[in-house]
T-cell receptor, first 112, second 116 residues
Framework: SQQGEEDPQALSIQEGENATMNCSYKTSINNLQWYRQNSGRGLVHLILIRSNEREKHSGRLRVTLDTSKKSSSLLITASRAADTASYFCATGSYNQGGKLIFGQGTELSVKP | DTEVTQTPKHLVMGMTNKKSLKCEQHMGHRAMYWYKQKAKKPPELMFVYSYEKLSINESVPSRFSPECPNSSLLNLHLHALQPEDSALYLC???????????????FGNGTRLTVT
């Protein structure tokens, strides 16, 4: 079963602009992770935020988590054409017993 | 290049064929996973091996048979597949089972499977 809903489904921006993607989930979680997938490739782990954290940064990435609203957002600042990819959130929970449940994904296109 | 290696990259098989997908990691990870991904969809979990034992089977049809010969290798044996099984099959590994800890998944680049 898929827990996460992401919006927008697709996002097209110009290089240098910021990109924001949102993820909502349904059950309680222990952590939320974001992954990137380039076309035809495997997923690459970007960042993990624990349920007791509200914000985390990694380079040009900023992730927020609001457990009361069961939502997270991923902000990519100063986007580059190389950021063009699909982005997935994934939730981890002890209740899920080893499963990481992926959201539907956002397809980001950054135009040079 | 990823640290999880999958072979073959592409596979075309008929519905009566038997084939195997292979996955290898040398990071000392103790959990390994098979995911199936259709175009423009998220990965769907199929199987989880934890410490070389099958810990999760997401009600996958028996025409898919996983095997974990040792802690570095994971196979997926395929038999009598249907055209709707055509997809990208992704292998992943993590230090510990991901839902119980904070271990991120490391994915291979997948095997693109076409069933004719």
């Amino acid at each position: 079963s898929q827990q996460g809903e992401e919006d927008p489904q697709a996002l097209s921006i110009q290089e240098g602009e910021n990109a924001t993607m949102n993820c909502s989930y349904k059950t309680s979680i222990n952590n939320l992770q974001w992954y990137r997938q380039n076309s035809g490739r495997g997923l690459v782990h970007l960042i993990l935020i624990r349920s007791n954290e509200r914000e985390k940064h990694s380079g040009r990435l900023r992730v927020t988590l609001d457990t009361s609203k069961k939502s997270s957002s991923l902000l990519i600042t100063a986007s580059r054409a190389a950021d063009t990819a699909s982005y997935f959130c994934a939730t981890g929970s002890y209740n899920q017993g080893g499963k990481l449940i992926f959201g539907q994904g956002t397809e980001l296109s950054v135009k040079p | 290049d990823t640290e999880v290696t999958q072979t073959p990259k592409h596979l075309v098989m008929g519905m009566t064929n038997k084939k195997s997908l292979k996955c290898e990691q040398h990071m000392g990870h103790r959990a390994m996973y098979w995911y199936k991904q259709k175009a423009k969809k998220p990965p769907e979990l199929m199987f989880v091996y934890s410490y070389e034992k099958l810990s999760i089977n997401e009600s996958v049809p028996s025409r898919f048979s996983p095997e974990c010969p040792n802690s570095s290798l994971l196979n997926l044996h395929l038999h009598a597949l249907q055209p709707e099984d055509s997809a990208l099959y992704l292998c992943a590994s993590s230090q510990n089972p991901s839902g119980r800890s904070e271990s991120p998944l490391h994915f291979g680049n997948g095997t693109r499977l076409t069933v004719t």
